[in-house]
């Protein structure tokens, strides 16, 4: 069946630290694929999506780009701030209507 | 705009006792709409999902029970509550098949003594 696989966590960065968090996934068909976050105690946030290969999503400075090839889509940060000390999770749906989570990556971000 | 609201934000309930929590979403119509159950420190499990109401999708055999009486409404049920069902609830919904991202609720942290 459909997955996604993350990098485990905790990720701990300094403050300007370059951030990459990886994720694989296995699909049939062409999926989408997103990345979401979840700050403490709160709901998940949409933060980027990619609804076909080479697509590149992007959103407050991060970026992810959807490798067909690899069947990755990696998420990356120039910059890491401590606001972004946050749970990341990749995603993915072929159709349908179910989203497949990964397990999700914690990030700590110190100052 | 559409916004999803979820209640209560916690509850403490003892074992054996009966769970309700209700979820409603504003400003759409026919929403997909999701429960999820995160147990601390780990990913999200999918339990219920429903693409219209009175039609729900069990993913995983367990102590609860979905309803959607209205359109907007997703209610989660247990009639005896266990330990094992402590956890972060979330309520999510998606617009049919055209965008495919999920708007997420603010969540209910159950903690079962």
């Known amino acids: 069946g459909d997955s996604v696989t993350q990098m485990e966590g905790p990720v701990t960065l300094s403050e300007e630290a370059f951030l990459t968090i990886n994720c694989t996934y296995t699909a049939t068909g062409y999926p989408s694929l997103f990345w979401y976050v979840q700050y403490p105690g709160e709901g998940l946030q949409l933060l980027l999506k990619?609804?076909?290969?080479?697509d590149k999503g992007s959103n407050k400075g991060f970026e992810a780009t959807y490798r067909k090839e690899t069947t990755s889509f990696h998420l990356e940060k120039g910059s890491v701030q401590v606001s972004d000390s946050a749970v990341y999770f990749c995603?993915?749906?072929?159709?349908?209507?179910?989203?497949?989570f990964g397990a999700g990556t914690r990030l700590f971000v110190k100052a | 705009s559409q916004t999803i609201h979820q209640w209560p934000a916690t509850l403490v309930q003892p074992v054996g006792s009966p769970l309700s929590l209700e979820c409603t979403v504003e400003?759409?119509?026919?929403?997909?709409l999701y429960w999820y159950r995160q147990a601390a420190g780990r990913g999200l499990q999918l339990l219920f999902y429903?693409?219209?109401?009175?039609?729900i999708s069990s993913e995983v055999p367990q102590n609860l029970s979905a309803s959607r009486p209205q359109d907007r409404q997703f209610i989660l049920s247990s009639k005896k509550l266990l330990l094992s069902d402590s956890g972060f609830y979330l309520c999510?919904?998606?617009?049919?098949?055209?965008?495919?991202?999920?708007?997420f609720g603010p969540g209910t942290r159950l903690t079962v003594t």
């Open positions: 995603a993915l749906i072929t159709g349908g209507f179910k989203t497949i």
């Open positions: 400003g759409t119509s026919n929403p997909n």
């Open positions: 999510a919904w998606s617009e049919g098949l055209a965008s495919h991202e999920q708007y």
């Open positions: 990619a609804t076909k290969a080479d």
């Open positions: 429903s693409v219209g109401i009175g039609q």
